[in-house]
């Protein structure tokens, strides 16, 4: 059976940095393009950050560019998101997600395992 747990959201002020990180069990990362995803209220939830399996190619939405890492530890089964220079427009749920696909997507159709995700706030 597969889980993602997402750990380290919380409240942080405009310009400070995040480290979210995601334990994945029932699943072998170097076998699954990873990615993290986030939603607001009323939103629909928007792709954030996200590494393949084959190479570890990592690829990023236009709002974080620059000031956004995914990584992963495969000795410990974890996806790591840190994120810098928090903005307030930053604040929402972020999830993490597993595909079985090779290709880098954006699309959250084609995520088959979420976790519960972890709420960041970022005050003005």
């Known amino acids: 059976q597969v889980h993602l747990v997402e750990s380290g959201g919380g409240f942080v002020q405009a310009g400070g940095s995040l480290r979210l990180s995601c334990a994945v069990s029932?699943?072998?990362?170097?076998?699954?393009?990873m990615a993290w995803f986030r939603q607001s209220p009323g939103e629909d939830r928007e792709f954030v950050a996200g590494i393949g399996w084959f190479n570890g190619a990592t690829f990023y939405s236009e709002s974080v560019t620059g000031r956004t890492v995914v990584s992963r530890d495969e000795s410990k089964n974890t996806v790591s998101l840190e994120i810098r220079r928090l903005k307030p427009e930053d604040t929402a749920i972020y999830y993490c997600?597993?595909?079985?696909?090779?290709?880098?997507?954006?699309?959250?159709?084609?995520?088959?395992?979420w976790g519960q995700g972890t709420q960041v706030t970022v005050s003005s």
């Open positions: 997600a597993a595909s079985p696909g090779v290709i880098l997507v954006k699309d959250p159709e084609f995520y088959d395992y």
């Open positions: 029932g699943l072998t990362l170097n076998k699954y393009l």
